[in-house]
């Protein structure tokens, strides 16, 4: 029987925030950092705080503007971080909220009840607490009576590695119809007072519906493979034995860092590797690709990779970019590509979802349309 993808939804957060709204802040910030701290700074024991442009932002990343759960504390120059009160243990965390809204809409375009489903999956880069885990909370949210969920993270890669582990589920007869869903709230990892970084992440929620089926139309999932290489050039610390070191708390190493020079340098050319080298495995070429749904972190470092693959780069239409409306939404960017951009496909058409971020790690999966 195939495996196929037979449904997608997302939830997509209602405040937007611009290029321009974003310098306005970082700017109002670093002149009152800078004041504040003009003696250290002049002495050589602190470092100036650096402004930015929307010009710089779009041309070093092709963002344009992002989705957030709350705007007002991210443009704070006071504060410089979302507002997100803690909720109540009885109240429905935020995160298990957004999961539940894009596993409705995926539900729905998949034709199936929350208790068709045998297990949840929630990929995704941050989980908002340690335990229980949030996909248990999204399987009770949904109504489901039946199955199992866990909660796994490879960070911008957890999306393609989730698909792999609800295929892997399916082959073992472990379930017959699986629900992964990203939740991404990004904006509180991100240190919105740094400009080399201020601007890449977004909040947004992704799901997928993968079953095994021979009737139902969607995209049969002819092959997945995943990579992983350890790298610190993308890194976030913070974690529950912080508390055991005091000197380390409140240090920007807690929050996401990377150096993004090398990501570029040496994640290109191994993703366009894994793609080719996956693609010739199950015997097509480049060119036998549709359509490319690329991780969505920068579209500069997309177009290298479709370069090195294709030879040239490829109309838009045939590797969306939908980042600059939504920026790095870690991995959901894949996801939601997928999603806006894959109904026009015909039937036997190819295409690929490819994840990659920090480990390193890279997810291939091939797809074709059916029906």
């Known amino acids: 029987m195939a495996i196929r993808i037979t449904g997608t939804g997302v939830y997509t957060p209602e405040f937007s925030i ?14 009152q950092y800078n004041q504040t701290h003009a003696a250290e700074i002049e002495a050589g024991t602190m470092t ?8 710089f932002i779009e041309k070093a990343s092709g963002i344009k503007s992002r989705y957030v759960v709350n705007k007002t504390g991210v443009l704070d ?12 243990n009885e109240q429905i965390s935020i995160q298990a909220e957004m999961g539940v809204a894009a596993a409705r809409e995926a539900l729905k375009n998949a034709n199936l009840e929350p208790d068709d489903l045998d297990a949840v999956i929630l990929a995704c880069s941050n989980m908002q607490r340690a335990y229980p885990a ?37 082959k073992a007869g472990s379930a017959k119809r699986v629900l992964m869903v990203n939740a991404e709230i990004t904006s509180g990892h991100l240190n919105w007072t740094e400009r080399d970084s201020h601007f890449i992440f977004g909040d947004v929620c992704t799901a997928v519906i993968i079953e095994a089926t021979d009737d139902k139309a969607g995209f049969e999932i002819l092959g997945t493979q995943l990579l992983t290489q350890f790298s610190n050039n993308i890194r976030n610390n913070f974690g529950f034995l912080n508390r055991g070191d005091e000197s380390g708390v409140g240090q920007p190493d807690k929050l996401f860092v990377q150096n993004g020079q090398k990501v570029y340098r040496e994640v290109s050319p191994l993703v366009s590797k894994t793609i080719t080298e996956h693609l010739a495995k ?12 690329l991780h969505q972190a920068n579209e500069n470092m997309n177009k290298l990779i479709l370069k090195m693959m294709l030879g040239a780069e490829p109309e838009r239409e045939r590797a969306p970019i939908i980042l600059d409306q939504y920026a790095n939404t870690s991995s959901a960017g894949s996801i939601i590509a997928f999603h806006q951009h894959s109904q026009d496909l015909s039937d036997g058409d190819l295409g690929v979802i490819c994840s990659f971020g920090a480990g390193y790690s890279i997810g291939s999966v091939i797809v074709r349309k059916v029906g």
């Not at 611009?18 to 700017?27: A, F, G, I, Q």
């Not at 199950?282 to 749904?293: S, T």
């Open 282 to 293: 199950l015997g097509f070429g480049v060119e036998d690709v549709r359509r490319y749904w």
């Open 134 to 170: 949030v996909a248990i909370e999204i399987q009770a949210a949904l109504g489901m009576t039946k199955g199992y969920a866990f909660d796994m993270n490879v960070a911008c890669s957890a999306a393609t590695f989730g698909l792999q582990q609800a295929v892997d589920a399916i």
């Open 18 to 31: 611009s290029n321009h709204e974003l310098v306005d802040s970082l700017t109002a910030y670093v002149e």
């Open 48 to 55: 100036a705080k650096r402004t930015s442009s929307p010009e």
């Open 77 to 88: 120059p006071q504060r410089m971080c979302p507002i997100i009160p803690e909720r109540p």
